[in-house]
């Protein structure tokens, strides 16, 4: 294409000019390269001369490349596509997207594993991560969520250890279930999330049939300021399709990149991916009616009921890997007027965590870039840092001001009525095996087959036998089968098991 450019408008809405054809290869500054095949040389047998500015450039910008992956969640891909709510929640949530039916939000997710590096193979056992992006009429709304229901841990002073003790090795680089098995095996809770991870569901066979859950309760508050605690799950409308050991052996001998090969695939032949999202909502009153804590993030609201508020589509590829789904800052701080944290442990301190690792892995000035932009304008007087893209010129970078800037009291966060002392406790009922021993036994005869098999494999690693009698104990305690088939599978001693299990 010899089409000669006189200008051309760059992303931010700057006009730039351009004398090379658009078929022109340029360095950085814009200027066009004489040859891009041949370093330059003092003469035929000399050295490479310092002012070839075309071939220092192409190293140096080579060399900086990559930039830190994520601290966890590492691998990943992502699909732009569009929210359009079912229903008109305006009496529960001034949230933007659910004020009318039919309203349509577009969005971005990012599907990825948790532990292993950006590299890894797609067939490892992990949690899957399920994180959308709303780009709202109100601002970015992230829902930062997995594909299983629950979490190993309920407070997140303990995520740095527990990663630590998943990710691999400091000595040796090799993942290794004695370390993990350690920590787990004092932290009780994770029974639940464990015996989730360690099914089938802990291997989906692909990103588009797998369900997505928010885990954490959130707050929906409606225009009277009136709070209600709500939990949100994405049922996958391609159904659910996990990978048996077997299936997960085959799988990674042929593809070790099949989940991102296939969303590629599909959503390019047009088979969009859908998910209608589910609500489940309690009353503040309600939160002490149940035997477990239900802003406990290693619990499901069992036997609430769903409503469906609507439909996620995914129907677009980003055209570069790079600047969309590596760039996506997705942070739970990202919140809009109607939907607030609960007070779930876990949860306050991730609304911490990712924009600060953002501010870190991204840089001061993240939301800037194309894909972490929100629709709507952004207007406040955080300024300058590195890589700033902002066109401000005006004096005034502080409020209030006479230019007549405000707050919107719409915005304004919800009133909670406190009680008691600062402390630092445990919360109160734990209840850590009941919802582990009711999954058991609502899987089939297979399903607890198959989870036996793919625990049985990491737990048989594990060469301190009172650490494994611990976990297998926990296990036991959420379900006696359970325990005992575990026992069995790895030789385990079953009256140590039974004795631990009892003084739980
Ligand atoms: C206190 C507990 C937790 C902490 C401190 C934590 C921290 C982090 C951090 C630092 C990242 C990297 C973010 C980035 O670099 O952009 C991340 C990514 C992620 N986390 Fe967590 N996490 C926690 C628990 C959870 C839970 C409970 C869930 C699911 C409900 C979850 C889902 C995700 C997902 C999906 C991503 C990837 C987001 C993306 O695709 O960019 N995390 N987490």
Known sequence: MQLKLEKFVCVLGLVASMTATADTLTRDNGAPVGDNQNSITAGERGSVLLE??????????????????RVVHARGTGAHGVFVASKDLSDLTLAAPFQKKGKETPVFVRFSSVIHSKG????????RGFATKFYTDEGNWDLVGNNLPVFFIRDAIKFPDMVHSLKPSPVTNIQDPNRFFDFFSYEPGSTHMLTWVYSDYGTPANYRQMDGWGVHAYKMVDAEGDVSYVKFHWKSKQGINNLNLDQVMDVQSKDFQHMTRDLYAEIGAGNYPSWDLYLKVLKPEQLDDFDYNPLDATKMWAGVKEVKVGTMTLNRMPSNFFQATEQVAMAPANLIPGIEPSEDRLLQGRVFSYADTQLYRLGANHSQLPI?????????????????????????????NRDGVKEDPRARHSSVALKGY??????????????????????????????????????????DKDTQAKMISHFYKADEEYGTRLAEAVNADLKKVKALARAL
């Open 52 to 69: 070839d500015v075309q071939l220092i450039q192409k190293l140096q910008r080579f060399a900086r490349e990559r930039i830190p992956e």
């Open 120 to 127: 890894s193979p797609e067939t490892a056992r992990d949690p």
């Open 422 to 463: 600062v402390q630092q406790a445990a919360i109160k009922k734990q209840l850590n095996f009941k919802q582990a021993g009711d999954l058991y036994r609502s899987f089939s005869e297979q399903e607890r087959s198959n989870l036996i098999r793919n625990m049985s494999g990491d737990l048989a690693a594990v060469n």
């Open 372 to 400: 972490n932009r929100p629709v709507v304008e952004v207007l406040n007087y955080n300024q300058e840092g590195f890589m700033n893209m902002g066109e401000t010129d005006s004096d005034v970078n502080y409020q209030p």
